[in-house]
């Protein structure tokens, strides 16, 4: 089992910038690859960012591609995304998600494929 505890959401300006970390506790952080989804309002669940064991190879949707940065220590068991530049179309629910070394995935966009879920940290734009 893996729990993972997100935080440091809250409410910022368009513009302005979010850190949020998601801790994970429970199986050998190294093996997990690990992502960021978001669900606004009314809309599907998507995904945003992922990176692998190492945190070398990473991958962003292409709405946040180049103002969203996905990276991890290893030595913390931690995972961050780091949002600059917000828009008011960022306001969602972000969520951590980890897949565990078992299905041997090192990259994935599909929340399917993600086995281990936070409890989610509220992130609000205001224009």
């Known amino acids: 089992q893996v729990q993972l505890v997100e935080s440091g959401g809250g409410l910022v300006q368009a513009g302005g910038a979010l850190r949020l970390s998601c801790a994970a506790s429970g199986r050998t952080f190294i093996r997990l690859t690990m992502g960021w989804f978001r669900q606004a309002p009314g809309k599907e669940r998507e995904f945003v960012a992922g990176?692998?064991?190492?945190?070398?190879?990473?991958y962003y949707a292409e709405s946040v591609k180049g103002r969203f940065t996905i990276s991890r220590d290893n030595g913390k068991n931690t995972v961050y995304l780091q949002m600059n530049g917000l828009k008011p179309e960022d306001t969602a629910v972000y969520y951590c998600?980890?897949?565990?070394?078992?299905?041997?995935?090192?990259?994935?966009?599909?929340?399917?494929?993600?086995?281990?879920w936070g409890q989610g940290t509220q992130v609000t734009v205001s224009s």
């Open positions: 990176t692998g064991w190492t945190g070398s190879t990473t």
């Open positions: 998600a980890a897949i565990g070394p078992d299905r041997g995935l090192h990259y994935s966009s599909r929340s399917g494929d993600y086995d281990y």
